[in-house]
């Protein structure tokens, strides 16, 4: 039941996840802070709609819509109305008010969707966890507050008048006392094994030693003396059966202790042992550096282990996790490399794209999900276009596998997306301009894709189209002659129809899925055979 949809997540909710229909959420949530982080609200102009947004920054305002977020929210009563109220007593017309306004009704969204057994995990950093744990307690409950665990995810932060922030918070809820819980663990480090395997045996190897014995009596075996020794006496018990006593001790696994009369008592090693329990804070997870072969490219990727350690401790096999911010789709890929179904939101068909992208990557194009949302008919894609330009021009783009243009190096400048590609041996990275067009084309728009590919010096120019293009269009395109590759020629200038790319047609270039630069290709599944091929970055 892999489900994948595009949209507001509030919406998505309320429409299509039924109650208590799910295991486990993690939800990483775009933070209130001034940093560049998941999603920007288009048009700051007083009258932005949740569903219009651009991505990579957070920057919530107090304005028409958190007016009504709140609003709505505070008309439904009951004690989260009640904070709600508090807040604004105390923030006032904030952003930060803006923030909790918008998480509030999600919030209690994603308790109505969770099973009695399940748990929430809740990413955010400093800037709003402390008003999001009250938010949670409101509506989870005080007494279903397991822990506020830390990630440390990165080792130093310049800050000129304050301490260094290098971690981010993890809220972590149950729906209720029954909860699923799989105690994880780390390996111990040098320092611990050295303060606790503290005996060496005549081997070498560092031992510590652990009570043979329990509190209590018995009156079957595992009550009878031992060796002289009585635990009935003590008032205890042996841990083992005398016959599996005397197995441990064959085999050099008991301490005998040099006084006389003294317990014996088991030597345990490292590897013995599953390893340290997993404490709430957590140093051992390292975030993707650049060249990390995880690495996507995408802004607020956090690292695979850290969704598995959250994963295998609060679910089982065949269970279903929800990311309602998916963003690149992390979440979601563990889920997958872990044997849980999975249900994936967000609001921006540029993560969508990047999460198929992934998704076929690292399980293989026979992996069975659906998605909803995107368009299908062009009927579909007009509609898209004419309600939002960016959101078009990400889904088109996405269709062919392509990166949007950075919008923080000004203008697009005949740009909207770009592949990058190598193929020969000279290390050059090559490059295929996109441009795309909701409305009119003409051929203009040919001649100046021409001009971009010139100044970018590019070596394919490909424009999508919405409109069927004229035979002038076609006639300018194929003016432009051809670009060789080991795979042969190609079109220098190419025009593809958003109905041609829906029957699956594709850019003529070297074959996209072995020389891809667009995104970092995620690493195949472990099991998974050939070698993943690294990407480099734009």
């Known amino acids: 039941m892999n489900q994948l949809y595009y949209g507001d997540n509030l919406d998505i909710l309320k429409r ?24 920007l609200f288009s048009q700051q102009n007083g009258s932005q709609s949740s569903a219009q947004i651009q991505a990579f920054e957070d920057t919530w305002q107090w304005d028409e ?56 995990y ?40 304050k301490y260094g922030a290098i971690h981010d918070t993890i809220l972590f809820y149950t729906k209720s ?49 031992w060796r002289g020794r009585d635990v009935r006496a003590r008032g205890r018990h042996w ?44 140093t051992d997870i390292r975030p993707i550096h650049n060249l990390s072969e995880e690495r996507l490219g995408y802004p607020t990727q956090k690292p695979e282990e850290l969704l598995d350690r959250i994963i ?28 849980r179904n999975w249900i994936g939101i967000d609001i921006t068909h540029l993560a969508i794209g990047l999460i198929k992208i992934r998704m076929a990557d690292q399980f293989g194009e026979e992996l069975i999900y659906e998605v909803y949302g995107e368009p299908t008919t ?36 005949g740009i909207d997306g770009r592949l990058f590609f190598h193929d020969d041996d000279s290390g050059k990275t090559k490059q ?16 100046d894709l021409v001009g971009v590919l010139d100044r970018e010096n590019a070596q394919i120019g490909v424009l999508l189209t919405l409109q069927e293009p004229t035979q002038p269009m076609r006639s300018e395109a194929a003016s432009a002659g051809f670009y060789d590759s080991p795979w042969g020629k190609h079109p220098r200038v190419q025009i593809l129809t958003i109905e041609e790319l829906l029957d699956g047609k594709q850019i003529d270039m070297p074959p996209i899925r072995q020389v891809n630069q667009t995104y970092r290709r995620a690493p195949k599944h472990k099991g998974d055979e050939g070698k993943q091929l690294g990407l480099l970055d734009d």
């Not at 009504?68 to 904070?83: C, I, K, M, P, Q």
């Not at 111990?188 to 395997?197: A, G, K, L, P, T």
């Not at 001790?249 to 006389?260: L, N, V």
């Not at 295998?312 to 044997?339: H, Y």
């Open 16 to 39: 299509y996840i039924k109650d208590e229909s799910v295991d486990l959420i993690y939800l990483d949530p775009p933070f209130n802070s001034n940093a560049t982080y998941n999603v």
């Open 177 to 225: 006392n029954n909860f699923t819980w799989n105690v994880q663990y780390q390996p111990y480090d040098q320092e611990y094994i050295d303060r606790f395997f503290d005996t060496t045996d005549e081997d070498g190897r560092k031992y510590k030693r652990s009570d043979l014995t329990g509190a209590g009596t018995t009156n079957g075996p595992s009550g009878e003396p």
């Open 312 to 339: 295998k401790a609060s679910s089982n096999e065949g269970e279903i996790i929800l990311d309602p911010f998916c963003g690149c789709g992390t979440a979601i890929a563990s889920a997958q490399k872990n044997n």
């Open 239 to 282: 841990m083992y059966v005398p016959s599996m006593l005397d197995e441990l001790d064959e085999q050099g696994r008991i301490h005998w202790p040099k006084k006389e009369g003294g317990m014996p008592r088991l030597k345990q090693y490292p590897e013995d042992l599953p390893g340290l329990p997993i404490q709430d804070i957590w």
């Open 65 to 120: 819509n958190a007016a009504l977020n709140f609003e709505l929210s505070v008309e439904r009563g009951g004690a989260v109305a009640d904070t709600l109220r508090a807040f604004r007593m105390l923030l006032g017309n904030s952003n930060m008010m803006a923030y909790l306004a918008m998480m509030a009704p999600r919030l209690l969204e994603l308790h109505r969707v969770l099973q009695d057994t399940g748990s929430l």
């Open 432 to 447: 295929v301009i996109i441009s795309v067009k909701g409305g009119h084309t003409g051929v203009s728009h040919i001649r």
């Open 122 to 161: 809740l990413h955010c950093d400093p800037t709003a966890s402390h008003y999001l744990r009250i938010l949670l307690d409101t509506i989870f409950g005080g007494e279903n507050f397991k822990n506020e665990i830390i990630w440390k995810r990165t080792s130093a932060h310049s800050a000129a008048n």
């Open 378 to 413: 062009i009927e579909g894609a007009q509609e898209l276009a004419d309600m939002d330009k960016f959101q078009f021009e990400w889904w088109a783009l996405g269709l062919v596998g392509a990166r949007p243009a950075d919008p923080k190096k000004g203008a697009d400048r």
